[in-house]
């Protein structure tokens, strides 16, 4: 199975600031079809499911602000919240579908500083 | 509207079984891979099982493998998970979600989740 490694645990971020979220795949998830990464990532509130927001490691699902960005290649990807809004807090999962299981990382929880 | 909506989560003692479903509407079930993921009290997401849209091809995550069943019935635009032989650590909010692979790729519909408390 391929794992799915996210740092940090947690952060916490003053409004308007940048976050950043860091997720390893344990192997490359570059699907050859595309030469794309096969990685995306979701939020999720509390309680609420998770949100796609980005996919193929760096494209942005519609309706996602663009204050979120993906980033990576091979097996370092990472999730860029360039300025914190109030509504950003939440817990952030990368996942690959590469291959099945479906791996997600342990999830990156954001809150405001 | 696309949806899918959970049901028949519960209170169920160790050992025993639960039948889980989702009816999904809203868009051509049977040309859609299905998932079940599940989420722990406070804990991370972990994929648990996944259909074809004829239900010819199931996969399993190795902690449920021979335990639970996943199912569907395309003419109700229902999808099934069967579990049997349930322990303490298979309770969690357990979400169906809908895999979609052309002009976006991912888990882009999620339920909002029944809840199986396996406990005595």
């Known amino acids: 199975d391929i794992v799915m490694t996210q740092s940090p645990d947690s952060l916490a971020v003053s409004l308007g600031e940048r976050a950043t979220i860091n997720c390893k795949s344990s192997q490359s998830i570059l699907h050859g079809s595309n030469n794309k990464d096969s990685l995306v990532w979701y939020q999720q509130k509390p309680g609420q499911p998770p949100k796609l927001l980005l996919y193929w490691a760096s494209t942005r699902e519609s309706g996602v602000p663009d204050r979120f960005s993906g980033s990576g290649s091979g097996t370092d990807f990472t999730l860029t919240i360039s300025s914190l809004q109030a509504e950003d807090v939440a817990v952030y999962y990368c996942q690959q579908y590469y291959n099945t299981p479906r791996t997600f990382g342990q999830g990156t929880k954001v809150e405001i500083k | 509207e696309v949806q899918v909506v959970e049901s028949g989560g519960g209170l169920v003692q160790p050992g025993g079984s639960l039948r889980l479903s989702c009816a999904a509407s809203?868009?051509?079930?049977?040309?859609?891979?299905m998932h079940w993921v599940r989420q722990a009290p406070g804990k991370g997401l972990v994929w648990v099982s996944r259909i074809n849209g004829d239900g010819s091809t199931t996969n399993y995550a190795d902690s449920v493998k021979g335990r639970f069943t996943i199912s569907r019935d395309n003419a109700k635009n229902t999808l099934y998970l069967q579990m049997n032989s349930l322990r303490a650590e298979d309770t969690a909010v357990y979400y169906c979600?809908?895999?979609?692979?052309?002009?976006?790729?991912?888990?882009?519909?999620w339920g909002q989740g029944t809840l199986v408390t396996v406990s005595s």
């Open positions: 809203g868009f051509t079930f049977s040309s859609y891979w």
């Open positions: 979600v809908r895999e979609e692979w052309s002009a976006v790729v991912g888990f882009d519909y």
